[in-house]
């Protein structure tokens, strides 16, 4: 019988903080189906990776994707910021990433973004046709909400904003369910590494829900 192959797709929490040295919820849910894993986590990525990710892997027709997107596509920044992709890298796109951050610093320290406007990194339009596009083409997807932020709080209505879409797709989708953690996270602030990140604890109360949901 072949393994099962689950390939995991998002930010900062899918791959792990630096600073944690435990097992994320996809090791968690390989060990539990015994299952190959692929975590395509990637720090500060989007759902614009994610999508670059899931063509790349596509053609190994994973039994399960995992998606946990929404903590960078819902962050606000300076309206007229280029996006520079995480995925794939090189030290060109590393040097104009430098380049962008030094360029959003200024336009705060100028409030150019009360005077211009701000914008989503990634629209929440967007974001959904991003996720739709891996749904129309995997077996099966389950989306991960984005928790609260324990320390940027006005970014919370943003997340919840995104987390509404993810219910959209599931009832559009059939081969598509949500896995909620928002409200349980907001609840329980011991499930947190630092005010973004998740510990041991918090991975573990995940892959429990994910396992529910399979």
């Known amino acids: 019988m072949e393994k099962k192959v689950v390939l995991a797709l998002g930010d900062c929490n899918m791959r ?3 600073s944690f040295k435990g097992q994320t919820y996809i090791d968690l849910i390989a060990q539990e189906l015994q299952a190959e894993a692929i975590n395509c986590g990637i720090t500060m990525s989007t759902t614009r990776e994610g ?6 892997y596509k053609s ?3 039994d399960f994707v995992i998606i946990a997107y929404g903590l960078v596509d819902s962050w606000k920044t300076f309206k007229y910021a280029p996006y520079v992709l995480y995925y794939p890298d090189n030290i060109l796109r590393k040097i104009a990433r430098k380049f962008v951050k030094k360029y959003k610093k200024i336009a705060r320290k100028l409030g150019l973004n009360e005077i211009l406007g701000q914008k989503y990194v990634v629209p929440p339009k967007e974001y959904k046709k991003n996720l739709q596009k891996i749904i129309e083409q995997a077996k099966e997807v389950i989306l991960i909400e984005t ?6 709080l006005f970014r919370n209505r943003d997340i ?3 987390n509404t879409i993810l219910d959209e797709l599931s009832q559009e ?3 598509c369910k949500v896995v909620k953690i928002y409200d349980d996270f907001e609840k329980n602030k011991a499930f947190y590494l ?8 918090g991975y573990n109360y995940i892959a429990k829900k994910i396992l529910e949901v399979l």
């Open 147 to 152: 928790p609260p932020h324990l320390s940027q």
């Open 60 to 62: 190994i027709k994973p």
């Open 173 to 175: 989708n059939d081969n």
């Open 16 to 18: 792990g903080a630096n």
């Open 194 to 201: 630092d005010n973004t990140h998740f510990n041991q604890d």
């Open 160 to 162: 919840q904003l995104y």
């Open 51 to 56: 999508l670059i990710l899931f063509n790349k």
